[in-house]
């Protein structure tokens, strides 16, 4: 069972950039397709984008407008999230995802790592 640890989280003023990464413990890193969610306090799960297994192929949520990029590094079994013009509505818990090639859901999340975006 991989477990993933995000990192990367803190505080920026709007319009402000951060990366966030998750590394995973499996040294299958690439049996799995990998994602980003992040959560509010008042709000459900949102899901923000994900990343095929060999990275090529990459899918965003509409609302991401363009601000968010997800890469991996596969040899360093991490992913990354760069979130850039950042808004005080992002704020949020940001939760690393994968799950094995084939699954429909994802199986295994991080701890996730806060962002808190100031106005």
């Known amino acids: 069972q991989v477990q993933l640890v995000e990192s990367g989280g803190g505080l920026v003023q709007a319009g402000g950039s951060l990366r966030l990464s998750c590394t995973a413990s499996?040294?299958?890193?690439?049996?799995?397709?990998m994602g980003w969610f992040r959560q509010t306090p008042h709000s459900e799960r949102e899901f923000l984008g994900s990343?095929?297994?060999?990275?090529?192929?990459?899918t965003y949520a509409d609302f991401d407008e363009g601000r968010f990029a997800i890469s991996r590094d596969n040899a360093k079994n991490t992913m990354f999230l760069q979130m850039n013009s950042l808004k005080p509505e992002d704020t949020a818990i940001y939760y690393c995802?994968?799950?094995?090639?084939?699954?429909?859901?994802?199986?295994?999340w991080g701890q996730g790592t806060q962002v808190t975006v100031s106005s």
């Open positions: 995802v994968a799950r094995l090639i084939g699954r429909n859901q994802y199986a295994f």
């Open positions: 990343i095929s297994s060999t990275g090529v192929s990459t």
């Open positions: 499996d040294r299958t890193f690439t049996n799995y397709q």
